[in-house]
């Protein structure tokens, strides 16, 4: 992950324990881990949600499409 963060310097990234925080998981319908939601300006604008490991090519082809 800290390769996609120094990446991707103008995304906050914040990682959520989704055993330390079952509600918000529960709340955000995430039950694939590792799962990715981006947001801008409190909306959702994309979801990268699934059981399977992400490889950074995948989390990168994530990212790439998200609205400018």
Known sequence: MPEIEAE???YE???VDRDDNIEVA???AVFGIPSFIAF????EI???VNK??????????FM???PA
Do not use: C
């Open 40 to 43: 801008d300006d409190g909306k």
């Open 52 to 61: 399977d490991r992400k490889t950074k090519a995948e989390v990168e082809a």
């Open 26 to 28: 529960q709340d955000m």
């Open 8 to 10: 991707y310097k103008d």
């Open 46 to 48: 994309g979801r990268f």
């Open 64 to 66: 790439n499409q998200l």
């Open 13 to 15: 990234f914040v990682s």
